[in-house]
């Protein structure tokens, strides 16, 4: 991961907990208007849990509001990915009470299968494999 | 944060709400359970069945929790 401005933050971020991996993150608190900008484009990436994470170890500075503002953003995003999974899993039960066979592609399956914690990786949407001929 | 199987909002817990998930790993009784909690948190059992009986009653309507004999 490269990039040393406050705009390449967030993919920063979303490196941070991996392995062989050692994200550059501001030696000092960013100013209200820096943080803003940099806690929206991570709430945009999703990648509000490895921002959470950061905080909590000391390695990303933050203030108190600044936290709990993080905190609230991860909340809304495991949210959503939690409404998102139960929608999934139930479409899933019924296709295969159908015998039609699906494939979960991207953010569910990546979050449960490469990430230590599913929470880390949110996602604002579900896709699923289904065969041409049971469209 | 947890979600019903089948309905209803994702429920946020936090601080005595986490050790509370945490120690539901297992069966037990809400009084093993306050009992166990009060040791963890330093308080009376009782004020901690208190505590834990309303977060209990909204994980079983989730259907979170499910009663087992």
């Known amino acids: ?135 | 944060m947890v979600l019903g199987p089948e309905r209803g909002d994702p429920i946020v817990l936090r601080g005595t709400g986490v050790a509370l998930w945490r120690a539901l790993d297992r069966p037990q009784s809400t009084d093993e359970l306050a009992i166990s909690l009060a040791e963890e948190f330093d308080a009376s059992a009782d004020a901690v069945r208190s505590d834990i009986e309303p977060v209990l009653a909204e994980l079983s309507a989730a259907g979170v929790l499910r009663p087992v004999s």
């Open chain 1, 1 to 135: 991961v490269t990039g040393s401005g406050p705009t390449d933050i967030p993919r920063r971020i979303a490196g941070y907990g991996l392995p062989g991996t050692t994200p550059a993150f501001p030696q000092d608190v960013l100013d209200d208007e820096t943080w803003d900008g940099m806690l929206a484009a991570v709430t945009r990436e999703r990648v509000t849990g490895h921002l959470v994470l950061a905080i909590h170890d000391g390695a990303f500075p933050a203030t108190e509001d600044q936290h709990a503002a993080c905190v609230d953003a991860r909340e809304r995003a495991l949210a959503l990915s939690l409404m998102l999974e139960r929608l999934l899993l139930t479409t899933v039960a019924q296709l295969d009470s159908m015998k039609i066979p699906t494939r979960v592609l991207r953010g569910p399956a990546v979050a449960h299968t490469v990430y230590p914690d599913p929470g880390l990786r949110s996602f604002g949407d579900v896709d699923l494999l289904v065969g041409e001929r049971h469209l």
